[in-house]
């Protein structure tokens, strides 16, 4: 059974601003997202690294999910993490998703869906030796306003022997 992975927009900005869209076929083979989700940061959406993410989607790194979405989800979140969450209802044991917000995140791990972020995400990438340090990916991410707290980094770079 090969796993689904399917990214939100929060990571997919954090992943862009630090260069690390190439790391995931590299790390996970195909990576959807959906149609809403592309809408949250293309075209023309202002959103940090808009044009790694447009190359990314060129280049095939990332792909929009192929097939419709069915809402089995009834729960106020943003258009794409309740598009996230409602594929990942329909493949429950195969899919992975890649989401940061707290709401989300908390309602997909009381479906018992699999997440994980980007935080997490920077550590596999150091620990697949795709990336140097991940300290250095946490200071571009900190530069650019993108947040995640201080527990998570010092968790990860513990977990990468970084601390």
Do not use: Y
């Not at 990214?7 to 992943?15: F, H, M, Q, Y």
């Not at 190359?55 to 790194?61: L, P, Q, R």
């Not at 200071?139 to 201080?150: K, V």
Request: negative net charge; charged residues 20%.
């Amino acid at each position: 059974m090969s796993r689904i992975v399917v990214i939100d927009s929060s990571p997919l900005i954090g992943l862009a601003i630090v260069g690390g869209l190439e790391w995931l076929p590299q790390l996970f083979g195909t990576v959807f997202l959906p149609e809403t989700v592309k809408q949250e940061v293309l075209p023309d959406k202002n959103a940090p690294g808009e044009t790694a993410i447009s190359h990314a989607i060129d280049v095939g790194w990332i792909s929009i999910w192929p097939e419709p979405i069915l809402s089995s989800l009834d729960i106020d979140l943003d258009a794409g993490e309740t598009d996230c969450i409602n594929i990942a209802l329909c493949h429950p044991d195969k899919v992975l998703l890649i989401m940061d917000e707290r709401a989300g995140r908390s309602v997909a791990k009381e479906k018992g869906l699999m997440v994980t972020g980007t935080a997490a995400i920077i550590g596999l990438a150091k620990k697949q030796g795709l990336i140097s340090s991940a300290k250095a990916a946490f200071n571009l991410l900190h530069q650019s306003d993108f947040r995640i707290s201080a527990t998570v980094i010092n968790l990860i770079l513990n977990n990468v022997g970084e601390l």
